[in-house]
């Protein structure tokens, strides 16, 4: 089995609060939707490839909570293949916490998914700096080498980029002067 993330990030490393002004407004967070203006053309082309593509997803119990309360209750709009493949295929969530998941194929996972995850990561980085939110990447944290597999803009500014994990990073050792 391949596993894939998907991130949307802005150049800041922002990723919370993507899609509407009130999709996660945790900690007081004001900047909500930033993503849907530049979500056009190659970008919609893309992800719509990865979501047909996708055998089952794999979300965190934020994440899952967001999308079962928006994509798990639209109508079928008939022609949205991100649409579809959430609500036809599987969802597996992380979560030590959700216990009733509310989205028809759903199952909670509550082990050490964490570990799982090292095949694929897939960035979409938006040209906008958000200033405040959620960053993809904590401050402090494991390190990770990662190889560029793919790379494209899209004409408005979103650049797409593939990695696979690598093992740790070298670093440069101090020498004697």
Do not use: C
Request: hydrophobic share 35%; glycine share 12%.
């Amino acid at each position: 089995m391949k596993l894939t993330t998907v991130t949307h990030v802005s150049v800041d490393g922002v990723m919370q609060g993507l899609g509407g002004p009130g999709e996660d407004r945790r900690g007081g967070f004001e900047r909500g939707g930033w993503a849907p203006p530049l979500f056009v053309d190659e970008a919609t082309t893309f992800l719509n490839g990865v979501f047909q593509r996708a055998d089952a997803f794999l979300l965190g119990r934020r994440t899952y909570e967001i999308f079962a309360g928006s994509w798990g209750v639209w109508p079928d709009p008939g022609n949205s293949p991100i649409w579809k493949a959430l609500n036809t295929q599987p969802k597996y969530v992380a979560s030590t916490t959700l216990t009733e998941p509310r989205w028809a194929n759903t199952t909670v996972l509550s082990g050490d998914v964490a570990a799982a995850i090292g095949d694929e990561i897939i960035l979409l980085t938006y040209p906008v700096v958000i200033g405040q939110g959620t960053r993809l990447f904590p401050d402090t944290g494991r390190d990770r080498a990662l190889e560029l597999v793919e790379s494209r803009a899209t004409s408005s500014g979103v650049t797409i980029q593939v990695y696979r994990p690598t093992g740790r990073p070298q670093y440069v050792t101090a020498t004697a002067t």
